[in-house]
Nanobody, 122 residues
Framework: EVQLVESGGGFVQAGGSLTLSCAASGFTFDEYALAWFRQAPGKERAGVACIDATHGSTYYADAVKGRFTISNDYAKRTVRLQMNGLKPEDTATYYC???????????????WGQGTAVTVSS
């Protein structure tokens, strides 16, 4: 059974930084992709970043390129999202997801974390 447990959300002022972590279990960590999605109030859930553990390839939404960095800690089976230069529009609940492959369609993803809230004040 895949389990994903996020941590690290919180409240930060615009321009600040936060690091989200997702501890993963139930699958071979270095053989699959993990991703971060976010959902702002009144909006649909959207992909933020994805990392392919096999090749180390990373993918980012245009809105976060150059500001966010996704990375794997293989020893701790944890995927992290370093968020710098935060903007009020980054305010959302952030979810860790197990798509298996970074090219999987979001509606095929069955395994999600519980979410962690990020609030960025102006």
């Amino acid at each position: 059974e895949v389990q994903l447990v996020e941590s690290g959300g919180g409240f930060v002022q615009a321009g600040g930084s936060l690091t989200l972590s997702c501890a993963a279990s139930g699958f071979t960590f270095d053989e699959y992709a993990l991703a971060w999605f976010r959902q702002a109030p009144g909006k649909e859930r959207a992909g933020v970043a994805c990392i392919d553990a096999t090749h180390g390839s990373t993918y980012y939404a245009d809105a976060v390129k150059g500001r966010f960095t996704i990375s794997n800690d293989y020893a701790k089976r944890t995927v992290r999202l370093q968020m710098n230069g935060l903007k009020p529009e980054d305010t959302a609940t952030y979810y860790c997801a197990f798509p298996g492959d970074c090219h999987s369609a979001p509606d095929t993803i069955r395994d999600w974390g519980q979410g962690t809230a990020v609030t960025v004040s102006s």
